[in-house]
């Protein structure tokens, strides 16, 4: 029997003659004869692998649609994390709110486990968002129409409910257990710099309540990457790989710390705070906060990238690297620098 139809027989291990691996690549083609044929979408005419990021993505095609499968790399979420996030598109979706949503399989799984070589992973087969990323990022009519989503999203999450548990967007998640990650590659100046900051951080936002409406279910990665729009600006909201319950104020921040590190006009970043406020007013405590949930935002992200890069491209963790982003990170804690 080949080896891939060994370890993918539901039950087996790779035993010690196996080589370990941290990380394998699954064929297209036995993507759509094991998992694909277990959807009702007519015959796959082509599946093909379309990009490696915190998950590889599949682009694939029927007579009439395009799809996207997503399998989950064995390092970055448990089972109950993508399970959360499912379900939460689901109900977004069932709610109106425009967002690339999961299918279910004929006997009715969201997520279908795959026994790889390096642990368990998980597929899920996505529909595919209309339009495309937009043409020289965002302008000024989208984000604001960004925005405006965001805020719905936000209000439509208070009522959804999940029977599998998320780690919470806290700022001992996002901000302690980052730190911890970072602080192997930092030197002695670096570490002491980057605990001082955190620290500050922690403080400035301390009186930030854990409550209905600032505290809400958050998409976690907003961005121009992760929405596609139409020719008419119909929008649609993917990848909620980061998705959990936080601050709705920390996915503005987020926004706005991605787009500063993209060098974004300022003018984007006020009209997708004002299509915000527009749906969802703010409050002023959550504008005082800006600032250093974005500083948290930046500090998440870069553990991330940090713990991605350990698996599929540690050569980028150079000097360069983490000197970049600490400059970065430097401006934005800078007292003559304002996000708006």
């Not at 297209?28 to 277990?38: F, M």
């Not at 961005?223 to 959990?244: A, K, R, Y």
């Amino acid at each position: 029997m080949p080896v891939a139809d060994w370890y993918l027989k539901e039950g087996h291990r790779p035993t010690d003659h196996i080589f370990p691996i941290t990380y394998s690549t699954l064929a297209p083609q036995a993507l759509v004869d094991r998992i694909l044929s277990r959807y009702a979408v007519g015959e796959i005419t082509s599946c093909v692998f379309w990009m490696r990021g915190l998950s590889d993505i599949y682009l694939v095609e029927t007579n009439d649609n395009r799809y996207i499968l997503r399998v989950s790399h064995a390092h970055w979420r448990s089972r109950s994390e993508i399970e959360f996030e499912l379900e939460l598109l689901t109900f977004l979706h069932k709610n109106y709110i425009p967002v690339a949503y999961p299918l279910a399989t004929e006997d009715g799984q969201l997520a279908i486990e795959i026994p790889a070589l390096e642990g368990k992973r998980y597929a899920s087969l996505f529909t595919h968002a209309a339009g495309q990323i937009a043409v020289g990022d965002l302008n000024k009519t989208q984000a604001q129409k960004l925005g405006e989503i965001v805020a719905q999203l936000h209000d439509t999450a208070q009522n959804f409910q999940c029977h599998v548990a998320r780690p919470h967007l806290t700022i001992s998640y996002l901000l302690d257990d980052s730190f911890h990650d970072l602080s192997p590659f930092f030197n002695d100046m670096a570490r002491t710099y980057m605990n001082e900051s955190i620290a500050q951080i922690k403080e400035q936002i301390r009186h930030l309540p854990q409550e209905f409406p600032l505290w809400s279910v958050c998409w976690g990665d907003p961005h121009s990457g992760n929405v596609h729009f139409t020719e008419t600006n119909e929008i649609t909201l993917f990848d909620f790989d980061q998705c959990g319950y936080g601050w709705r104020s920390f996915d503005i921040a987020k926004f706005l710390q991605v787009t500063l590190q993209a060098g974004i006009s300022p003018s984007v970043r006020k009209a997708f705070l004002h299509g915000y406020q527009n749906a969802q007013p703010l409050e002023e405590i959550e504008l005082r906060c800006m600032q250093p949930l974005m500083q948290a935002a930046q500090i998440w992200s870069w553990a991330i990238s940090v713990k991605s890069a350990i698996v599929h491209n540690h050569s980028k963790l150079d000097e360069s690297y983490f000197l970049y982003r600490l400059e970065h990170f430097k401006m934005l804690r800078s007292p003559d620098w304002k996000p708006f």
